[in-house]
Structures are given as structure tokens and as C-alpha cells.
């Protein structure tokens, strides 16, 4: 196992790899995601995929269960996009491999064809009954939650109780503001097709689950962590273009808020660094499995938020870009863990 210094060198190295400005928000509108990946690290303390990563290990064992959520209907095409979905994929996949719990992916009712045609790319089995899904290998179940918001309130204490999760991670998904409507990254009103997921937040914090969530903007479920420096740097943080005005920063904090230039790349980062810690290389995915999730979201309907178009990309960065970051992040935690090796190794043969 690596150490403790190991793993800060690679949470440091995946952190500041995830937060190069090469996505939309960031090259073409300006968004300094620097800055909001200092608030969180202040508060974090360390390198945050890492942080989070090490709460989850501890929190999560083997035959538990933990609740991945994603999902964001596009304002205006009414079709999922692509970032969250190959991020939750990645992070089910390994807490699947990695701790030997079983995922819980939880998303729009009209989403679930697409969150799980890509959970099978990562090469999970879907099974629709949890008990059933336990017994099985490599398995994950997948969940419509509802837009009503009473509904959605009413479930989060019944799903809680029936699913028991030892923690719940969010990749990209839409957050009630301080006047509880959910926002476009634009600023538009999307609370009609944003399912009610806060309230499962909300309930978990109650019951002292581990929480943790992962954005790139700041109208993401869980970027409440950081508020008062998304409504400081964020375009419409503050003010939004439907008549609430009360701007797109997500109200609902986590536990744990992972900051990324893409929220995809936050889960792969995530995922990355909870294969470090188990000492599992290939607890994370590969180049080919990221094309495979990717190219699988968009045949099932997901839309690339920048194109409009249903391809393999996510905020605008194609599958050629992601597969390669991919193979970064294999490289820095097959680099550590492979030299860690080598030392232990060599004082084992000098001794």
C-alpha cells in the first residue's frame, strides 16, 4: 500500500491536472475554475479528489452500499448531456472493484436508458432488485427518482431507508438556489426536468452520511461547499435570467465538493484516487472503456451541452481528449504505485 505522502504526491498531480482551463466555461466564457478549486482546497485542506477519496474508503466497506447520482437535462433540447454520466459510471466501477460494495445509481426518470446504457460500457450488470444485485459480480442498480418536489421529498427518507448507503456522490447535477429553483448554466429555469435529488442529500446529511459533490460551475448539487466564492467569480451566480432572480449557485453543500474543469473529470480523478489507495490500478478504467462510456451515452441520447449534438464529447472536449486525460491519471497512479513497489522490493533484497 502506498503511503501517506504517496498518495498526497498523486492527489496533488490529479488535481492540478483536472483543473487545466480547457473547457468551454473556462477557454470561452472565462470562468477562473482556479479559483473556485482554491476556496474548496482551503477548506478541504489537501488535494480534493484525494479527500474526498480517503472519505469514502473509510466510509464505504465491503457488501455496503453507496448511492452514485448524475444526471442534467440540457435546457431547451430536453435530452440528458454527457458530463456526469461516464463520471458516476467511473466512480460506480470502483467502488464496485475497489471496495466490493454495490453502486446505486440514482438519476431523471427519463434519463436511466442513458445513465445506464454507459454504466454497462464501464462493464457493470444492471439488475433491478438490490438483494439480487449483492449476490451478483461487477453489479449496479439503476433509479428514477421524480421532478415533483413533494414526491421527491416523500422518497428520500424511503429510499434512504431501503438502500441504507454508507455515503452518496453527485457528478454533475442541477442544485436548488437560495429561492429553491435550479438553473442552466446560462441562467435558465430547469426545475420542470430537474429530478429532486437535493432532498436525498439533505436526508443523508441528517442521518450523518458521508456526502460528497463534484461540479465544474457552481449551479451543481453540492457546490453550496463553496458558495460565497461562486457567487464572487461565477457569470449569473448572482443574478439569473429567469424571473427568480436569485442567480445559479447551488444552496445544497456536501461533506466533500470535488472542483474539475469538466465534472466528468472530477469522478475520474475520484475513481483514480481510490484505486491508489486500495492498491488497484485497474480499479480505474482505461482509454478504451472511456471511449466505450462515452460513445454509449451518446447513443442512448446523450448530448454533448456545448455542440448540441449527440456525440461522443462532454462540454465540448471529444472522446479523444478525455481517453488521453484518462491515460494520464493511469500513468501518475501506476507510476507511484509501481515505484513504491520497486523500493519495498529492493530494501527487501538489501536486507
Known sequence: MLSEQELQSIGEAIDRLNIVPMANWTILKGLPIGKLYDAAREKAGEPLHLHAAKKIEKAVKPGDTAIVTTGFVVYGAERGETDGPTGAAAIARAIDLGLKATPVLVTEEVLTGVVGATCQAAGLNIYSKLEEAKAKPHRI??????????????????????????????????????????????GYDISRTAAKIDYLIDEARSRGILTVGIGDLGNELGMGYIKDA?????????????????????????????????????????????????????????????????????????IDSVSGLSRPAADGVGEDLTSYLVEFLRHIINVKLRESMFTRDYKRVVK
Open 141 to 186: 442498480i439503476v433509479q428514477g427518482y421524480p421532478t415533483d418536489p413533494r414526491e421527491g421529498e416523500k422518497l428520500a427518507t424511503k429510499m434512504l431507508d431501503e438502500i441504507n448507503p454508507s455515503a452518496i456522490i453527485s457528478v454533475e447535477r442541477p442544485s436548488r438556489n437560495e429561492k429553491g429553483v435550479y438553473h442552466s448554466g446560462g
Open 230 to 302: 461562486v457567487k464572487q467569480y461565477v457569470p449569473g451566480a448572482t443574478e439569473c435570467k429567469c424571473p427568480c432572480k436569485g442567480g445559479i449557485a447551488s444552496d445544497v453543500a456536501t461533506d466533500v465538493c470535488i472542483v474539475a474543469t469538466v465534472s466528468n473529470w472530477g469522478g475520474y480523478g475520484l475513481a483514480a484516487c481510490l484505486a491508489a489507495i486500495v492498491g488497484e490500478p485497474d480499479v480505474y478504467h482505461d482509454m478504451l472503456t472511456e471511449k466505450l462510456m462515452l460513445r454509449a451515452c451518446a447513443q442512448a441520447g446523450g
